[in-house]
């Protein structure tokens, strides 16, 4: 049974000042599983991701979800009254999340030697698109560059086609993860060594994405091989591609073992393909990849998604439909396990988006609101937490530090 619905992280707090989106999801990956995080944004203006589409009725959905579970204030670090401000606020968090270019918070007066002398064992999530050394360090980023860079993009796309990226900035989500992994491993350490004080944490968003590239380096370096583009073929198993049935839908299937791909031959009623010489080991089918990818093509075109689902299921096979988001929406596994559910939103009523993700057995973390509108919060902070008055944040808001 689990003991509380907060969460794991519950009593961790995060003040959160980073924009957009690798930074933020850093600190919402924590929030779900119960931190609770305050999210700064600049007064007026407010995040860029706001500004991003989809839009409903003027109301940005996409910082909903990426900045779902945090309260939100408005403060502009770079005013006298604003570093006050920050430097009042800082000692009530643990963690801070920042992703400035190099060198930026120094500049406000607000470097590490200032932020540890505000809170001796804060740790700093500095995000940034190169890291905080390096001839790269002070250029600006975005998801587009750092999968660049890293050579992730370099091997996307078909054979004898340009580099593709992929429709979706999944180089600011593999970012954002090692952020979380980076701010869970400083609290372990500080929790072991509470006499220690705190630590900046260096995250490139290129390395990153390099780092999950895995074998690639030292493919390179020990074989000099420098993998091409494949388009949807597997360069490691044969058969496996992304096929069309007869009534125009997509499906993966991944006949990664000898085992797979016997019970695949078996399901087409093609045994004898089996003591084929030409397909009789994976290192066999990957030399004959075309031949044996036309034969499964082939085959598939004769079947309707529904037929095909039917034969390779009770052959146990591994495949699946490539899902447009609508038919997620109706998949039976999504639903069975609640993977999206609805969430209270003062501006759209109820909004349905993913569930927290892993799934803890004694302490779950949740969904408790979606991202919070431009300075709702600035009463509760500034005024319960800080003590200012109304006179006193109105005075603010009129000098545009709130």
Known sequence: MAENGRGPLAGLRILDISTVIAGPVAATYLADLGAEVLKVELPRAGDPLREMPPHKDGVPL????TNRNKRGITLDLRKAKGKVLFERLLPQFDVLVENFRPGTLDRWGLDRDRLLDIKPELVILRMSGFGQTGPYRDKPGFARVFEA????????????GPPMHA?????????????????LSALYHRLHNPSMPGQEIDLSATEAMFRILDFLPIEYDQLGTVRER???FSQYTAPSNVYRTSDGQWATIAASTQSIFERLASAMGRSELIADPRFATNQDRVRHREEIDAIVADWVATKTMAELVARLEHA?????????IDRIFEDPQFKAREAIVPVPDPDLGAVRM?????RFSRTPGGIRCAGPSLGEHNSEIYGSWLGLSAEERQQLRAEGVI
């Open 149 to 160: 860079l890293s050579g992730f993009a370099y091997i996307c796309g078909e054979r004898e």
């Open 62 to 65: 996409w910082w909903k979800v």
């Open 316 to 324: 146990e096979v591994v495949f699946a439909p490539l899902n447009s």
């Open 354 to 358: 993913q569930n927290v993700v892993p």
């Open 230 to 232: 494949s388009g949807n």
């Open 167 to 183: 429709g979706f900035p999944i180089g600011d989500s593999i970012a954002g993860l090692f952020g979380a992994l980076g701010i």
